[in-house]
Nanobody, 120 residues
Framework: QVQLVESGGGLVQAGGSLTISCAVF??????YGWFRQAPGKEREFVAA????????FYADSVKGRFTISRDNSKNTVYLLMNSLKPEDTAVYYC???????????????WGQGTQVTVSS
């Protein structure tokens, strides 16, 4: 079994930075991703990382501003968010899976989410 626990969300001003974390409990899977869901919108892909090699992938909307990383010794995945915009406001979810990052349905395990609010 795998459990994902997010932390680090909060309120930040536009242009600011925030790092959110995802602690992984249980066996290690191949892919870890961050998704977000804003009020009234569908959940969308943000970023993903291949645990073994550290390959990363990003949505166009966050490319160049967000960085996904992992710490093997702490079994934790991070999302560093820079140059935050009000439209980044959402609940951010950590997810894990073994097949691919390309489809949301390929992620088998999900955290409870952490709220990120960016004020203008």
């Amino acid at each position: 079994q795998v459990q994902l626990v997010e932390s680090g969300g909060g309120l930040v001003q536009a242009g600011g930075s925030l790092t959110i974390s995802c602690a992984v409990f249980g066996r290690t899977l191949r892919w870890y991703g961050w998704f977000r869901q804003a009020p009234g919108k569908e959940r969308e892909f943000v970023a993903a990382i291949y645990w073994s090699y550290g390959d990363t992938f990003y949505a166009d909307s966050v490319k160049g501003r967000f960085t996904i990383s992992r710490d093997n010794s702490k079994n934790t995945v991070y999302l560093l968010m820079n140059s935050l915009k009000p439209e980044d406001t959402a609940v951010y979810y950590c997810a894990a899976g073994n097949t691919t990052y390309y489809y949301e349905s390929s992620f088998d395990y999900w955290g409870q989410g952490t709220q990120v609010t960016v004020s203008s």
